[in-house]
């Protein structure tokens, strides 16, 4: 294990071995970036559908944003460590991430676990994680949150220029959660990111949008990558709840939807060699 920096590297097992003498040109790192995880409707399918993706896939690395893992608000150690069990290998979040206190301890022990970088520095935890995929390659996961409509912490455009500046360049391979609200800052980061990471993927919304693509410098892109969890629903709560909550502007008690659950994820090539990314595709697994 190699620590550069703040961030964290952790060897993963070997899925796809090299053969000597065989080469692709270039080597491609598969990745596979699931939507948010909502309660258990959405860890049960990550759970009966993850390892055979992994296979069927030939996925490298796997990242699943988790903040809503536990019952719809925040993640605990025991999701945390179940999620990272179905072969999800680092977590991200967002403005839930402090919903459930336990997790606060558990994020300075687990660097696997990330919560937004721009954050003030003194919280728990980290935004960045650099680790090892099952290809033998380094890879780094950033987790960063929009502000629009959301909390006033720091910036997360001049968070992400500290962060790759302090990133060893030999690691080519640069994923980005953006966690926000609003698809215009979205599409603002991507934009700005675009050439220097493999890949900015949308969280938060929980609606799929149809926008994957590679921008003009190499970089993937997606607005929001959707939700992991019940579809039949109102963004992963139940419908009648939220209904009641907009007919009668009461506070209601949000419990999560069941029926129909749908995986939303986003599959992404990337050239080893020079960290741009070679294609990029939404993939959905819905059960009943």
Known sequence: MTEPGRCSAVALPFLRRRVP?????????????????????????????????????????????????????????????????????????????????????????QPRVLRPANYPGNLPGSGV????????VDAAVINLQGRTHMLAIDCPFRKADDILAKIDPAVKVRLVDFHAEITSEKVAMGRYLDGRV????????????????????????????????????????????????????????????????ELHSVVIEVNEETGRAVSVRPLVIARD
């Open 129 to 136: 994680h650099v680790g090892r995929g099952r290809n033998g």
């Open 198 to 261: 493999s890949a900015v993927i949308g969280t938060h919304t929980h609606i799929p949008t149809a926008d994957a693509r590679i921008l003009p410098n190499g970089t993937a892109y997606q607005s929001d990558a959707g939700m992991t969890g019940a579809y039949d629903s109102v963004i992963g709560v139940d419908t009648a709840i939220i209904l009641r909550r907009f007919l009668t502007g009461l506070p209601v008690r949000m419990e999560p939807a069941k029926g129909k659950v």
């Open 21 to 109: 003498g065989r080469r692709e040109t270039p080597y491609r790192m598969r990745v596979l970036f699931i939507g948010d995880v909502f309660a258990s409707p959405g860890r049960r399918i990550v759970a009966e559908s993850l390892p055979g993706l992994i296979s069927s896939e030939r996925l490298d690395l796997v990242i699943a944003n988790g903040e809503n893992a536990a019952g719809g608000f925040g993640i605990t150690p025991a999701i945390a460590d179940e999620l990272f069990e179905t072969g999800i290998d680092v977590i991200t979040t967002g403005n839930h991430v402090w919903d459930k206190k336990e997790v606060f301890d558990y994020l300075d022990r």
